[in-house]
């Protein structure tokens, strides 16, 4: 594969990542990537995220239960909301949950991880 492919490829999994404005699951990166380069194969999306990531590019994204999601990395701290019913994943502004608990005597905390479930707004209008 020529190295101009290559950067092209990768370019057009940047551009869909920043457009999205959220976490992306593989399969969502490929079916927008290929509407620019609809020769694109599944096999050089894995590897270009692998690349993406490799770079410090892109981070993984861990919602309990999914497969990986991807979105830009280096952001301010902040979280997840995935809907029930698209099982799409957003990115939430912040951090709205001050989460201390009462960790018991000895324990330190290094930080939180918090997903929010529920319906986005185009699921909340379809069930209403
Ligand atoms: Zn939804
Ligand atoms: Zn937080």
Not at 27 to 45: C, N, R, Y
Not at 62 to 86: I, M, N, T
Not at 103 to 121: N, Q, R
Request: glycine share 8%.
């Amino acid at each position: 594969m020529s190295a101009e492919r290559n950067t092209r490829q990768r370019r057009t999994i940047r551009d869909v990542v920043e457009r999205a404005g959220r976490p992306l699951t593989t399969d969502e990166i490929f079916v927008s990537a290929q509407t620019s380069i609809p020769s694109l194969g599944k096999a050089t999306v894995y590897r270009s995220i692998r690349a993406l990531l490799d770079e410090g590019w892109l981070a993984a994204v861990d919602v309990p239960g999914r497969s990986a999601l991807y979105e830009r990395a280096g952001k301010e701290h902040h979280h997840h909301f995935q809907c029930s019913h698209c099982k799409r994943v957003y990115e939430l502004d912040g951090c709205a949950s001050e989460i201390r608990g009462e960790l018991p005597a000895g324990f330190v905390s290094t930080g939180h991880d918090v997903t929010i479930y529920g319906a986005c707004a185009g699921c909340s209008r379809l069930t209403r």
